[in-house]
């Protein structure tokens, strides 16, 4: 099966303050063309990004309020595949609840939505003709992209069986660094489902409590989850950090060879991951 990064939802509780915040981090949203914006019309949202590749922030709603959908608290991935029946098939096969989304219309995309063990939100969408296209998740011609979205799972082979047995993706080898940080790559603990032989995909970890002390970080980016995005610029966003006064862990290069990585909380408390490729 194919798949890939479309996009990543981030959960705000004031749009506009958030939306000045990510303008600060990443440039201004530059929004060209949403295709799948009504797969997320229940929500008031802020999109970043191009073609529907890129960065949603959304504003829940009370949780009450919400019936026949299913809201995330996380941050969540909407991921493109080929193939969303074989998906369904599989889902029903293990009696594995989800929302299935197929308005028949013409323009429209099937979509699902569905947790993964350890309760993470997944949204898949279903474009077959969207791989062969010269935009995608990490390389929009922005100055930013999606590198990878990590899972925090309370058990790491559960999740990696629902996505490589159920979903139809592939585990691969987590690549470490020479001068590797004081973590675990053992597969129980740290699993990676790559879209390239950098340590691109979907990243899924055990959470790990002593992580951000014992790696000298301010933030331990074992818990809740992240999104990692890859700018062209890190130490001119430092500066506009640093004039802004706002806490980051500078871990360098110590998880990913070839990528010096920060890590820091956006106004709403949901970390975020930025490297950069050095
Ligand atoms: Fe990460």
Known sequence: MQWTILN???P??????????????????KNEGNLYQSLF?????????KQGFGLRLFK???????????????????????????????????????IFNNSGNQNSFKSLLVQEPSLNLVQFIENPNSF?????????????????????SLDVRKSMNFFCNLIGMTEGKWVAPVNKGDFSIDPTELAILPLSDNNRGLHVIKPDDGFGWRNNFAHNPSIGGHPAFTVKDLSALKNRLDKEKILYSDAKVYAMPGFHQIYLYDINANMLEINQAV
């Open 60 to 98: 829940p709603k009370p949780d009450l309020v919400v019936s026949n959908y299913i809201q995330s608290r996380r941050s969540y991935i909407s991921i493109l595949v080929d193939n969303i029946n074989s998906i369904k098939g599989n889902l029903d096969r293990e009696n594995i609840h989800y």
């Open 132 to 152: 062969n296209d010269n935009i995608n998740g990490w390389d929009m011609g922005l100055e930013w992209g999606i590198h990878h979205m990590n899972l925090e």
């Open 12 to 29: 705000v509780n004031d749009l506009k303050k958030s939306k000045e915040f990510y303008e600060m981090i990443l440039g201004p949203p």
């Open 41 to 49: 019309e229940n929500e008031e949202n802020v999109f970043f990004g």
């Open 8 to 10: 990543v939802s981030i």
